[in-house]
Nanobody
């Protein structure tokens, strides 16, 4: 099974930036997508962004458009989420996920095959 490991979370002041990363244990199949989700205490898990590993096409939640950027380094099997202009409401556990088919709704968690353990982002 593919293992996904996130890193780079932490605490930051409102308006600050963080760059979190997700590294896969093996090369992702052609046509895969990688997504970032987050879950804040007491709230449902929310799709944040997704990138198609082949085409590089991206999708973002409206709440993060213009502030967050998802990118990839295929040579390193790594996906990044650059988060700028962070707000307290961005506080959550951020998890990456892999979808080998990239055919489903990008923001739906059950469309993804593998998940990382998550990295905490706190904005206060």
């Amino acid at each position: 099974d593919v293992q996904l490991v996130e890193s780079g979370g932490g605490s930051v002041r409102p308006g600050g930036s963080l760059n979190i990363s997700c590294t896969a244990s093996e090369f992702m199949p052609t046509g895969s997508c990688m997504g970032w989700f987050r879950r804040a205490p007491g709230k449902d898990r929310e799709g944040v962004a997704r990138i198609a590993t082949g085409s590089g096409n991206t999708y973002y939640a409206d709440s993060v458009k213009g502030r967050f950027t998802i990118s990839q380094d295929n040579a390193k099997n790594t996906v990044y989420l650059q988060m700028n202009s962070l707000k307290p409401e961005d506080t959550a556990m951020y998890s990456c996920a892999a979808d080998f088919t990239c055919r489903g709704r990008w923001y739906v968690a059950y469309e993804y095959n593998y998940w990382g353990q998550g990295t905490q982002v706190t904005v206060s």
